[in-house]
């Protein structure tokens, strides 16, 4: 079995700054992509950023230009570095894997239990 573990979510005012962190745990063969989607009230999960094992990265349009997602593929650990943050950011932002397991040679989607970010005004 996998578990994501996140941390980093809190307050913070428009403009400012946070990091989220999240490692896999567990019994990991490989994990192909790693990174964060987040859901606001009312709203459906939404792609903040991934990144490939081989380095490809695909970003919301939203975010572009100031988050920045970042992996080590060797601790099976990835981060997301939010700037300049918006009220529009407020969401619950959830750590994805896509990973293999000893058990499991198939692909498989593991979810971390969220992590709140507020941006006040």
């Known amino acids: 079995q996998v578990q994501l573990v996140e941390s980093g979510g809190g307050l913070v005012q428009v403009g400012g700054s946070l990091r989220l962190s999240c490692a896999a745990v567990?019994?990991?063969?490989?994990?192909?992509?790693m990174g964060w989607y987040r859901q606001g009230p009312g709203e459906q999960r939404e792609l903040v950023a991934t990144?490939?094992?081989?380095?490809?990265?695909n970003y919301a349009d939203s975010v572009k230009g100031r988050f920045t997602i970042a992996r080590d593929n060797a601790k099976y650990t990835v981060s997301l570095q939010m700037t300049n943050l918006e009220p529009e950011d407020t969401a619950v932002y959830y750590c994805?894997?896509?990973?293999?397991?000893?058990?499991?040679?198939?692909?498989?989607?593991?979810w971390g239990q969220g992590t709140q970010v507020t941006v006040s005004s």
């Open positions: 990144l490939t094992t081989y380095g490809t990265t």
């Open positions: 567990g019994s990991i063969s490989s994990i192909e992509e």
């Open positions: 994805f894997a896509q990973a293999k397991t000893p058990w499991n040679p198939s692909l498989r989607n593991y």
